[in-house]
């Protein structure tokens, strides 16, 4: 079965933490880039990070740099996302999801398997 489950979201002042996971079940992590996306009320689905099949390259949007960690952990098939010093504009509900490819560039278009999602409050 294939499935990808997020958990780890919650409420959280601005300035926090909060390390989200996203548990893969299936042939959709190991080989494959995965990311994370967010969608905040009222706005369109937008890139967060990504990272490539071996966990050596990371690549992030600019609104997050410097800020949000990917990593992965290829005994557990688990994707993780340290976010650290939140920001009220951080507030979304965060998808996590694998790339048809292996690279942490593929475009947004190449990510056919995506969670259920996990919300994320940062209040100010």
């Known amino acids: 079965q294939v499935q990808l489950v997020e958990s780890g979201g919650g409420l959280v002042q601005a300035g926090g933490s909060l390390r989200l996971s996203c548990a893969a079940s299936?042939?959709?992590?190991?080989?494959?880039?995965m990311a994370w996306f967010r969608q905040a009320p009222g706005k369109e689905r937008e890139f967060v990070g990504s990272?490539?099949?071996?966990?050596?390259?990371?690549h992030y949007a600019n609104s997050v740099k410097g800020r949000f960690t990917i990593s992965r952990d290829s005994t557990k098939n688990t994707l993780f996302l340290q976010m650290n010093s939140l920001k009220p504009e951080d507030t979304a509900v965060y998808y996590c999801?694998?790339?048809?490819?292996?690279?942490?560039?593929?475009?947004?278009?190449?990510?056919?398997?995506w969670g259920q999602g996990t919300q994320v409050t940062v209040s100010s």
């Open positions: 999801a694998s790339g048809s490819g292996a690279g942490a560039l593929i475009p947004t278009s190449s990510y056919p398997y």
């Open positions: 990272i490539d099949w071996s966990g050596g390259y990371t």
């Open positions: 299936g042939p959709i992590f190991s080989g494959k880039a």
